[in-house]
């Protein structure tokens, strides 16, 4: 087997690579393994059997990944796979780790690219916006696997760790954390969401095709949850224009216009830290303000 990152502190245990190519099939091998996020997992790699090489990605626990994130990844892919949502497919669970030892998953590659020109095309805004409204028709009640989400990438509470003291805060967020909790959670019907929809977790074959990769956040809530968390990584990373065809591509795939959209907004941009590095903090600072304008 091949590893083309030998400097990786967090690899896939053998019996997790010896699951893997028995889930694989009879006479299946793994001949390279190639961490996808720094030094850890997600891994993926090239399974060989019959003379045919085929590319997967294995999911386990990582120090970033607790096992719960890897069970609720696999619960939203059965949902996706339900209702033909663009995402990975399932070949191989054991949620259980009865063979692997801890929980894992195996699932296709999707093929494309997660790189973005800078600014975007306004069709590549408005296909991310539509991809989430896809998502986002699939009516759902919360469940162990996949449990209510109140903000994006619900693991994290910028919000609360600054109310306790625990980071530093500013004025303006300080107000703002105040305004939103104050404000509470609006009512509506819950929905299917991706729970961690930024750029890096698109991946593109032209400017109309996404699919949706890295579900261990998923669950049940708001479309707001995804799509402020959207708006609010693309006003950061490509300026103030790009939030809007976001919202654009979504009003056209569902028809209506999202509620309380200023309220979710404000609390997508309230779960980042304090302090972003270079230019990132004041764009965040300005999607925030104009979002309690508008909740306002």
């Known amino acids: 087997m091949r590893e083309t990152n030998p400097a990786r502190r967090y690899g896939p245990a053998e019996h997790v690579l010896a699951w893997a190519a028995a889930a694989s099939g009879a006479g299946a091998r793994i001949v390279e393994v190639r961490a996808l996020h720094d030094e850890q ?34 619960a939203a892919l059965e949902v996706a796979a339900q209702h033909r949502l663009p995402a990975p497919r399932l070949l191989a669970t054991d949620l259980e780790g009865a063979a692997a030892g801890v929980p894992v998953t195996l699932e296709t590659v999707v093929p494309g690219t997660t790189a973005w020109s800078s600014p975007p095309s306004v069709e590549r805004l408005r296909s991310a916006g539509d991809a989430l409204a896809r ?8 469940c162990e696997s996949l449990p209510f989400r109140p903000r994006p990438i619900a693991v994290d509470d910028f919000a609360a760790d600054r109310h306790s003291g ?17 404000h509470g959670l609006p009512p509506g019907e819950p929905v299917f969401v991706h729970g961690d929809v930024w750029p890096g977790n698109l991946v593109w074959t032209r400017d109309d095709i996404v699919t949706l990769i890295d579900w261990k956040t998923a669950g049940v809530g708001a479309p707001g949850v995804d799509l402020g968390e959207l708006r609010k990584q693309v006003a950061i990373t490509f300026g103030p224009d790009a939030p809007a065809h976001v919202l654009e591509g979504w009003e056209r795939r569902s028809g209506i216009r999202p509620r309380d959209v200023a309220y979710w907004d404000a609390v997508a ?4 830290p304090t302090e972003l590095v270079g230019a990132p903090t004041d764009r965040r600072d ?10 306002g």
């Open 41 to 74: 997992g997600p891994w993926r790699l090239s399974i060989v059997q019959g003379g045919r090489t085929t590319p997967a990605v294995l999911r386990a626990p990582t120090p970033r990944i607790d096992a719960a994130g890897v069970v609720t990844g696999a």
């Open 286 to 295: 300005a999607f925030l303000r104009t979002a309690l304008t508008n909740l």
């Open 269 to 272: 941009a309230l779960n980042t």
């Open 135 to 142: 998502v986002h028709t699939v009516a759902s009640t919360p």
């Open 166 to 182: 625990r980071t530093p805060t500013t004025p303006l967020l300080r107000e703002a954390d105040d305004l939103i909790a104050a």
